[in-house]
């Protein structure tokens, strides 16, 4: 029998050994490739996506809430007394009470934001506003069958003498067209044009107090038409915020 060369094996070996080095060579190269090309995909993905649908900061701001303008509204003598008392009971600030609230709501129903206020309100000091009108009734006392109606007046020495004045014609008028009552003339007391809350609100804030009408002859419209008498207040101050014309006047209808 005829033996192997040993150069022979040394050559099938070396063969081999090619072999296997070029197939580690090709995985590793693929392997590297494939993973490249993963990375680069994502990559490329993520790009693509922040590119598209992101929005750069600084071209659209958020948006803020436009404040609403302020009104303030004084329940008259509410947190501090009764006020005027009738015999039966019936008291002043439970009048006052519900009438300011119903102005509230028909202001607040018009975009305004609308402070209630107590008779000595601690926000009453340097308060700002577009306007505060205080609501109060006249005495439940028989006097004379003259005493009915209602009367309205701004500070005796208002720091602005125009703005309080036109107020106070506004709310004179449309609360006449609203309630169908006169006006008693004649009957403007110390306690209207020195009211305390004139000297403590902010003199850029126009204000006027109101007696919507006297508890005894009037007490019919004021306890069982409240909605009527808030309107004629309400439309009184929209009219002053509005700059409508006071002497422009709209035929009530009977509540």
Known sequence: MREKSPQGSTNLFQQLMIVLGLGLVIATVFTSLTAQGVINIALAGKLSSS???????????????????????????????????????????????????????????????????????????????????????????????????????????SPNPEKAGRLTACIRERYAVSTGMSYHSGSITADMTSYHAFDEINPDTPAAIIEIGFLNLDRQLLTQYPEAVADGIAQGILCYIRNEDASKSVTPEAP
Request: net charge negative; charged share 20%; proline share 7%.
């Open 51 to 157: 590119t598209l649908f992101s929005t750069p900061a600084g071209d659209f701001p958020t948006p803020t809430p436009r404040p609403r303008p302020f009104l303030g509204i004084v329940a008259g003598h509410w947190g501090h007394d009764p006020g005027a008392v009738c015999p039966d009971g019936l008291q002043e600030v439970q009048v006052n009470l519900i009438v300011a609230n119903l102005v509230r709501d028909k202001l607040v129903k018009e975009g305004f934001d609308v402070d209630l206020l107590e008779e000595f309100d601690s926000r009453l000091q340097n308060y700002r506003a577009l306007e505060l009108v205080s609501i109060h009734a006249d005495s439940c006392e028989y006097i004379n069958d003259q005493a009915t109606g209602y009367k309205v007046a701004a500070a005796l020495s």
